[in-house]
């Protein structure tokens, strides 16, 4: 069975650090690009990042641009986001989600069940 | 970056009555490969979306034949045919043809 599963969350002050980790199972984890997708609460949802199966490219919304960073260990089958100057604005759910097919450009699937993410005082 | 605008943003339908959502795109993701780079979603409270219809109008394996996708372009809909009480959730639309992707606001779909 194909699975993804994050971790990592948490509380953390305004200016703090988190990482966030995704361990996947069932599929060849380095053919595929892996994304994190984000949901404030009560909000709806926003693309984060990308990162092609390599590893070799990766994208980001403007929102966290200079401020995230998306990497993997296809040894370890495991995504990560290295989230730094952290903003209230960042709280949300913060998913894994997994390209549908080898091809670059995909809809997600499947998704994982999410982490939490509070940046508060 | 391509926005995605979906209508209405709340939808009331009878059990057995016919929803439609309505999703837009800035820019056109239609492909040269002759598809629409745009994907359906549903998400019940507490989990993650879960995906319904890719490129525009394929329905994934499992999901019922009484939601069907279409549209082409910029302009594209979802039809849930019969609604059933199971379908109470709020719906997204996605376009994947750029990177980053961007997603709608989601329709929030409730029985009448």
């Known amino acids: 069975e194909v699975q993804v599963l994050e971790s990592g969350g948490g509380l953390v002050q305004p200016g703090g650090s988190l990482r966030l980790s995704c361990a996947a199972s069932?599929?060849?984890?380095?053919?595929?690009?892996m994304s994190w997708v984000r949901q404030a609460p009560g909000k709806g949802l926003e693309c984060v990042s990308v990162?092609?199966?390599?590893?070799?490219?990766?994208y980001y919304a403007d929102s966290v641009k200079g401020r995230f960073t998306v990497s993997r260990d296809n040894s370890k089958n495991t995504l990560y986001l290295q989230m730094n100057s952290l903003r209230t604005e960042d709280t949300a759910v913060y998913y894994c989600?997994?390209?549908?097919?080898?091809?670059?450009?995909?809809?997600?699937?499947?998704w994982g069940q999410g982490t939490l993410v509070t940046v508060s005082s | 970056d391509i926005v995605m605008t979906q209508s209405p943003d709340s939808l009331a339908v009878s059990l057995g009555e016919r929803a439609t959502i309505n999703c837009k795109s800035s820019?056109?993701?239609?492909?040269?490969?002759?598809?629409?780079?745009l994907a359906w979603y549903q998400q019940v409270p507490g989990q993650p979306p879960k995906l319904l219809i890719y490129?525009?109008?394929t329905r994934e394996s499992g999901v019922p034949d009484r939601f069907s996708g279409s549209g082409s372009g910029t302009d594209f809909t979802l039809t849930i045919s019969s609604l059933q009480a199971e379908d109470v959730a709020v719906y997204y639309c996605?376009?994947?043809?750029?990177?980053?992707?961007?997603f709608g606001q989601g329709t929030k779909l409730e029985i009448k």
């Open positions: 989600a997994k390209d549908a097919t080898e091809q670059w450009r995909n809809w997600f699937d499947p």
């Open positions: 069932g599929f060849t984890f380095s053919s595929y690009a």
């Open positions: 990162i092609s199966g390599s590893g070799d490219s990766t």
């Open positions: 820019q056109s993701v239609y492909s040269s490969n002759n598809k629409n780079y």
């Open positions: 490129w525009a109008s």
């Open positions: 996605q376009q994947y043809y750029t990177t980053p992707c961007s």
